[in-house]
């Protein structure tokens, strides 16, 4: 059993920076693509971004240029130009079984941007 766990979130102000970081309980260079998503209230879980084990990597339209995904001894999501929309419970997830689908997802952090 793999498990993921997230960290980093907090309180920052508009225009502030975080950075979130995901760690497995097991290496994750066997993982297929990682990523991050994020859930605010009363909406659905969005796409973030994600992280192939080539390295390519994917971003949504909303966080293009903003935030940026690396993984290495784990999987970390530097967020930068932070916006009060961003405020979200992010969650970390992993494709672990067979590319294409994510099967692995950590408990969430919440991220609060105040203006």
């Known amino acids: 059993q793999v498990y993921l766990q997230e960290s980093g979130g907090g309180l920052v102000q508009a225009g502030g920076s975080l950075r979130l970081s995901c760690s497995a309980s097991?290496?994750?260079?066997?993982?297929?693509?990682m990523g991050w998503f994020r859930q605010a209230p009363g909406e659905e879980r969005k796409f973030v971004a994600a992280i192939s084990d080539s390295g390519s990597t994917y971003y949504a339209d909303s966080v293009k240029g903003r935030f940026t995904i690396s993984r290495d001894l784990a999987l970390d999501l530097q967020m930068n130009s932070l916006l009060p929309e961003d405020t979200a419970v992010y969650y970390c997830a992993a494709q672990r079984n067979r590319p294409g689908q994510y099967d692995v997802w950590g408990q969430g952090t919440q991220v609060t941007v105040f203006s």
């Open positions: 097991g290496p994750i260079f066997r993982m297929y693509s």
